[in-house]
């Protein structure tokens, strides 16, 4: 019987290196090294097929809200199946889905009325710039094609949304394959440039790039249908804030130059900045608001696109007139998904989650002061219950390590050994754990991944 395991262990470690390609991932490097299988997860935890647990400290790339295996999120599951797995919503509807769709309006900015389902955020964001663009053509402002976005934002990997996306080392090889759009810079990488680190996040910082952004939408409004950017941190790019008030100006010159406002709360929404969705926290009113990742809780694959009544109504017509939107996958609205999304938003209202998550931002915010200290630290940033640690060769000259020493994975590798699993952005260490994670499990994980970085040469 013992033996019969170890067997079967050891198939499923080589098969996975033989036959499965990983995202994301260098392959050469991954067969080379130890891969870990993962086998069930509880609360904040999950555990491999060797039976070593780890604290999953990116909440499973940023999705996992109240913790894997919950009762409700599983009984939610387990009485729609009993159900219906899955029927089409092209031209028909299921019930967990259109409950879903009313709870989503209920919750995000009141001007957000109207639910266009996917599966994962790139859809969601693939969705909202084919809307936005569709929208002036029906209302027949064809000129308005362009779309504006800003360097190191990230939307996902589908073309659409490498289009509108900036991180070069991701999306430059695909260049050649993508749509042109307006770059304006990263409000946070030029806010340290302009003004330094300590006065990057200031509403004066803010000021001063708005000018440029403005005066560049000054003269090109005319051709422009949207301007695109995350919901008040650039997350895929290091964790990098926009200062106060950035989306609130942004939002006050679509208004002015008649331009839509799509804002990709695809990482921020549900909960992860101590907000239900991001934009809250400045009070503003998107035209498409793109979510993802913690829609189920971190269950299943959903994804939703919202729109104002302004939008949605543009693509009414009689049949003959073609205005409808022609998008639309097999699974849209699956109704497992769906369901689990219901519960998931019951759970944020039966466990308090965001109440109980604002101490533990707090604690976050105290603990992160002290890896300024670190002789390899180059900068600390946080927004809500999201940080990023920029690990760098030289603290003064902020010099970072040669990009083939995956200095990030040295300290990602040695926190597993220690039981937490996380993944770095390159050099930056991420800490986003599930929000249920207790505030012992926290300092855990903090303390290991200080722990890691004092380790580096
Ligand atoms: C993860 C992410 C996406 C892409 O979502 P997928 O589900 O991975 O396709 C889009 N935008 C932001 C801000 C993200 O963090």
């Known amino acids: 019987m013992k033996v019969d395991k170890m067997l079967k262990k050891d198939y499923l470690k080589n098969w996975d290196k033989e036959y499965f390609w990983h995202p994301f991932t260098q392959m050469k490097v991954y067969r080379e090294e130890e891969n870990i299988i993962i086998e069930r997860g509880e609360g904040v935890y999950i555990y491999d097929i060797d039976g070593n647990r780890y604290i999953d400290g990116v909440a499973s790339l940023w999705c996992n809200v109240h913790g894997h295996n919950h009762p409700k999120l599983n009984r939610a599951l387990e009485s729609q199946l009993k159900k219906i797995a ?46 936005a663009y569709h929208y002036w053509h029906n209302r027949g402002e064809k000129q308005k094609t362009k779309f504006v976005t800003l360097s190191e934002a990230y939307h996902g990997d589908t073309i659409g949304s490498v289009s509108v996306g900036g991180i070069n080392i991701f999306h430059e090889k695909y260049r050649p394959l993508l749509f042109d759009v307006y770059k304006m810079p990263s409000p946070y990488l030029e806010a340290v440039k302009k003004v330094g680190r300590e006065k990057a996040l200031e509403y004066g910082t803010t000021k001063m790039l708005i000018e440029e952004v403005e005066d560049f939408i000054f003269r090109n409004h005319q051709e422009i249908a949207g301007f695109v950017l995350e919901a008040g941190v650039q997350g895929a790019a290091g964790i990098l804030p926009f200062p106060k008030g950035y989306l609130k100006e942004i939002r006050r010159i679509c208004d002015e130059y008649n331009i839509l406002m799509i804002v990709d709360e695809v990482a921020t929404g549900f909960g992860r900045t101590g907000y239900m969705f991001a934009c809250e926290k400045e009070g503003v009113e998107p035209d498409i608001m793109a979510l993802g ?114 200095t990030g994975f040295k300290v990602a590798n040695y926190m597993i050994k220690k039981g937490v699993w996380v993944r770095p952005l390159g050099d930056v260490m991420v800490i986003m754990p599930p929000l249920v994670i207790s505030e012992d499990e926290l300092n855990y994980l903090i303390d290991v991944m200080k722990e890691g970085i004092q380790n580096l040469k």
Not at 95 to 120: G, R
Not at 332 to 345: E, Q, W
Not at 358 to 387: C, S, T
């Open 293 to 406: 990742k913690g829609i189920t809780g971190g269950y299943l694959p959903l994804a939703a696109t919202l729109v104002t009544d302004e939008i949605f109504d543009q693509f009414l017509g009689e049949f003959g007139e073609a205005k409808h939107f022609y998008h639309g996958h097999t699974y849209t609205g699956n109704p497992l998904a769906c369901s689990v999304a219901v519960a998931n938003l019951e759970v944020f209202e039966e466990e308090q989650t965001l109440k109980k998550l604002q101490p533990k931002i707090k604690l976050l915010e105290e603990r992160l002061k002290e890896f300024w200290d670190l002789k390899h630290v180059g900068d600390v940033r946080q927004y809500g219950f999201m940080a990023g640690i920029e690990l760098v060769k030289d603290k003064k000259t902020k010099e970072p390590f040669p990009y083939g020493e995956r």
């Open 86 to 131: 899955h029927f089409t919503t092209l031209g028909a509807s299921n019930v967990p889905a259109t409950v879903f769709a009313k709870n989503l309006v209920d919750i995000t900015p009141p001007k957000l009325t109207k639910v266009f389902y996917s599966e994962d955020g790139s859809e969601a964001m693939e969705i909202a710039i084919k809307i």
